[in-house]
């Protein structure tokens, strides 16, 4: 038999295995949902101790794309996620009022901080956030913005605001347009004071001569939100998978493994889903 005559008879046995594999890359491919979220929930570790638990659950894999607050609801109006998992409220409810996410769902929440120099050379150390600010802004104070429109970065722009100090932040102050990792290592190696989230600091290995300074002012506390991205926005979006993380992380079980996630014996997030 010619190659050619071979190739004619083994042609239907070909297009078969390709559908199949096709059949099966599609298969895949809908085990799974992407999660646009911030740094904060990656870099402090607590994706790598919640989702393998959610994946026992669902059988859902969750693919992570970690970003500041602003950008990750930037990358769920693209269409380019499927769930948020983020922490500015204002934001959030505003995206959901647009029509761009489902329903917000309060899922937890933790604290900012204020970190600088154990030293202290601005005599910013208290309780009071928007007292530290004025004395950085005073002494021209070294300061790492992550200025990329996070979270973190929107509450540090409100605490200036409270401040009277934020058309003058002082010439040591600087933005880095980066991850909150990132800000803290450029603050451990420059001896400048930053705003972090207590999750990510608690994680953070390359402290240097850094401390917390200011600490347990109540205008510090941080609220995360989880929401289904409108698939009447974006008809590919895996609503219904990315519901049943929604359901699993504000269920009992998954509080239960949020409040679990510690680190030397410190948990770094505090579940409050309403029950």
Not at 56 to 80: E, F, I, M, N
Not at 158 to 172: I, N, T
Not at 257 to 269: D, M, N, P, R, T
Request: one cysteine or more; proline letters at 4%.
């Amino acid at each position: 038999m010619s190659q050619f005559k071979v190739y004619l008879a083994l042609k239907p046995i070909h297009q078969a295995l390709a559908a199949m594999l096709f059949v099966a890359s599609g298969a895949v491919s809908a085990q799974s949902i992407t999660m646009a979220s911030t740094t904060s929930t990656e870099q402090s570790g607590l994706f790598s101790h919640l989702l393998p638990e959610f994946k026992k659950a669902s059988g859902l894999d969750v693919k992570v794309v970690a970003l500041g607050t602003g950008q990750a609801l930037d990358t769920a109006r693209c269409g380019d996620a499927d769930v948020l998992f983020v922490h500015d409220q204002v934001a959030e409810e505003k995206f959901v009022a647009d029509g761009w996410g489902v329903k917000r769902y309060p899922v937890m929440y933790n604290d900012f901080i204020l970190v600088g120099p154990k030293a202290d050379p601005a005599g910013a150390k208290g309780k009071d956030i928007v007292e530290a600010l004025k004395k950085l802004a005073a002494g021209n104070a070294n300061f790492v913005s992550r200025g990329d429109k996070s979270g973190t970065h929107a509450a540090e722009l409100r605490y200036w605001k409270l401040s009277g100090a934020d058309a003058a932040r002082g010439s040591g102050y600087k933005e880095c347009g980066c991850g909150m990792g990132p800000a803290l290592n450029i603050a451990a190696s420059s001896g400048a004071y930053a705003l972090a989230d207590r999750g990510t600091w608690l994680n953070f290995k390359n402290r240097a001569d850094l401390a917390i300074l200011v600490e347990g002012d109540t205008r510090l506390f941080n609220q995360y939100g989880v929401m289904v991205v409108n698939p009447a926005k974006h008809a590919h979006v895996k609503a219904q998978d990315a519901q049943k993380f929604v359901d699993w992380v504000v269920s009992p079980t998954g509080q239960a493994v949020i409040a679990s996630y510690k680190i030397g014996g410190e948990q770094l997030f505090f579940p409050n889903a309403p029950k």
